[in-house]
């Protein structure tokens, strides 16, 4: 599985936007961009994926670079119920099974 | 939808004890999946389910087994508990293939986890 590289911690204000970034530079062809994250004592909750495209939804945006080897969560206004462990996971849809690698993620801190 | 639910919440074991920590799910999903997550640490794939009577190994499967005899429930067995053994489980779910962008088929659902201390 190719591997992904996010800063261990990140720290924002409460209602600024938060870019939570993910270095993927083996990607393939093939590989979806997953976000997951973890709220303290739960497990881990899906946020969003793409391909190549950008992507919004309700909970946040996902901008991809160009050349697909790095990508940007946004989260456009951070509440203190964003503060959680991120996780930048690449899944390979060649595969067809939905097993997902995860990594050491970021640890988002939001100040009030 | 009860999601994906995760039984015993908390578990005292003492080493070379065996238990079954059981998983449920309600969203007729074909994927199945147990991970284990140490303290500061991401999440590692123990074992895996395609569908009923297809179970595979992850990263990390010694001294687990699995079975899947229905779609709704995929029971993970301790065999003789040890001390390294002491973690947080997480049982996952999501329809299985080749889901591409649309959210609801790539989804994968965790539970709650449960909390093993191994003594």
């Known amino acids: 599985d190719a591997k992904t590289t996010q800063p261990n911690s990140m720290e924002s204000n409460e209602e600024e936007p938060v870019h939570l970034p993910c270095n993927h530079s083996?990607?393939?062809?093939?590989?979806?961009i997953h976000w997951y994250r973890q709220l303290p004592s739960q497990g881990p909750e899906y946020v969003i994926h793409?391909?190549?495209s950008n992507v919004n939804n309700r909970m946040a945006s996902l901008a991809i670079a160009e050349d697909r080897k790095s990508s940007t969560l946004i989260l456009h206004r951070a509440t203190l119920r964003d503060a959680a462990v991120y996780y930048c996971?690449?899944?390979?849809?060649?595969?067809?099974?939905?097993?997902?690698?995860f990594g050491q993620g970021t640890r988002l801190t939001i100040n009030p | 939808n009860a999601g994906v639910t995760q039984t015993p919440k908390f578990q005292v074991l003492k080493t070379g004890q065996s238990m079954t920590l059981q998983c449920a799910q309600d969203?007729?999903?074909?994927?199945m999946s147990w991970y284990r997550q140490d303290p500061g640490m991401g999440l590692r794939l123990i074992h895996y389910?395609?569908?009923?009577?297809?179970?595979d190994q992850g990263e990390v499967p010694n001294g687990y087994n699995v079975s899947r005899s229905t779609t709704e429930d995929f029971p993970l067995r301790l065999l003789s508990a040890a001390p390294s053994q002491t973690s947080v489980y997480f049982c996952?779910?999501?329809?299985?293939?080749?889901?591409?962008?649309?959210?609801?088929?790539?989804?994968?659902?965790f539970g709650p986890g449960t909390r093993l201390l191994v003594l």
């Open positions: 996952a779910s999501s329809f299985s293939g080749l889901a591409g962008l649309r959210a609801e088929k790539e989804t994968q659902y």
């Open positions: 083996t990607i393939s062809g093939t590989d979806y």
């Open positions: 793409g391909l190549t």
């Open positions: 996971i690449l899944r390979d849809v060649g595969r067809g099974a939905q097993k997902l690698v």
């Open positions: 969203m007729n999903h074909e994927y």
């Open positions: 389910s395609v569908g009923a009577g297809i179970t």
